[in-house]
Each structure stands twice: as C-alpha cells, then as structure tokens.
C-alpha cells in the first residue's frame, strides 16, 4: 500500500495568514491526490482533486500543488471558518490511503 | 440535492457481525463508484472499501480483507458494507462516499454522509 505522510501534524495559526500543509507519498503518485477538510463532529469535505484542481464552490483562497511524491495545500488567508484538521488522498492505486491530518488551530 | 445516507450501526460483540447500509439519492446511482471510510474515535480516516458503479468491481483495504463485502443494489440505489468477525479495531464512524464520476476505479469522493457508528465490544 501507498504511505502517505504529512507535516506538520499539528499547527496553531492565526487569521489572515498564509499557511502551508505538505504531504508526501511513498511512491509517485502523478497528480491523483486529493484534499479534504474535516470539523469536529461532521464529515470530510473535498476541497481540491487531482492535486490542484478547486472544488466548485471552495474558496479561491484554497490552493493545491505538486506531482509524483510531494504535493502541498496552500490556504492564502486563513479565515476563521478555515480551523480544521487536513487530510490528503491518494487514489493513485488500490487501496486508497489517507494522510494521518494535520490540525489547524487558532493561535 | 445529491445526498447519501447511512444506517445500520450499533453495538456489537467480538466476532459479530453487522451490515450498513448507505441510501442513495439525487444522482443517477449505478453510473458513480461508491466508497466506505472509516474514523475511529480520535483518529484519522482510513479507507475501508469501494465498488464499481457498473462492473461491480470490488476492492478492500489490507485491514478488513476477508471479513467485509462491499456490495451494491442499483435497483434501490443502495450500498451496503457487510461485516463478519468484527474487532474491537472496528470501532469507528463509518462513512458512505460517492466517487466524483471521473473514473470508474480512481476517484476522489465529493459526497459524503453523515456517517453511522459502529461499536464493537462485549
């Protein structure tokens, strides 16, 4: 199976800055990365597929990047609603994997 | 709307078993890839099982291979998660997730439930 990692695991921020999350796979992957957020007590929410590819209706604020092994999720100005934890995805291959998340927290 | 809806969870023992089942509505059903997805408490996401929308093409994670079948019936658009031999790992909310119609067998998932709570302990 794929391992996927991310980093930082955890991280408090404070609204209005840019924050970046990266996450790596352990065999390349292409572009078949997605992103989800998740808030306490509901269920993930897709925001970005095929690495960089914005989920109608997800803020322009929300950005993707990266191919093959190391993919980023770039959030341009953190706003208050944006406090989650992170997931990545790949469905390069069976079975699909997720990353173990990343926290975001207010500051 | 395009909606999925679980049902199915409760309680039970070591080595039960139990099916969930996921509701289906707003979409044409047997033309998207459906997955379940798991979260124990605290814990992160772990994929668990998906199905192709018109093949029946069936896949499982390393984890519950071999005691849980994904099945699906297009006519009640309807997906269901059998599971035998359950564990005390088990323990999770258990999502139903629709594949985003790219591709039958590589898909993110844009829709999601509200997930159904499986407890397994004596």
């Known amino acids: 199976a794929i391992r996927m990692t991310q980093s930082p695991s955890s991280f408090s921020a404070s609204t209005g800055d840019r924050v970046t999350i990266t996450c790596r796979a352990s065999q390349g992957i292409s572009n078949y990365l997605a992103w989800y957020q998740q808030k306490p007590g509901e269920a993930p929410n897709l925001l970005i597929s095929?690495?960089?590819t914005l989920q109608s209706g997800v803020p322009s604020r929300f950005s993707g990047g990266g191919s093959g092994t190391d993919f980023t999720l770039t959030i341009g100005c953190l706003q208050s609603e944006d406090f989650a934890t992170y997931y990545c995805q790949q469905y390069y291959s069976y079975p699909f994997t997720f990353g173990p998340g990343t926290k975001v927290d207010i500051k | 709307e395009v909606q999925v809806l679980e049902s199915g969870g409760g309680l039970v023992q070591p080595g039960g078993s139990l099916r969930l089942s996921c509701a289906a509505s707003g979409f044409t059903f047997n033309s998207y890839a459906m997955s379940w997805v798991r979260q124990a408490p605290g814990k992160g996401l772990e994929w668990v099982s998906g199905i192709g929308g018109n093949d029946d093409s069936t896949y499982y994670a390393d984890s519950v291979k071999g005691r849980f079948s994904v099945s699906r019936d297009n006519s009640k658009n309807t997906l269901y998660l059998q599971m035998y031999n359950l564990r005390a790992e088990d323990t999770a909310v258990y999502y139903c997730?629709?594949?985003?119609?790219?591709?039958?067998?590589?898909?993110?998932?844009?829709?999601w439930g509200q997930g159904t709570t499986v407890t397994v302990s004596s």
């Open positions: 997730a629709k594949g985003d119609g790219t591709n039958n067998y590589y898909y993110t998932m844009d829709v």
């Open positions: 095929a690495a960089s």
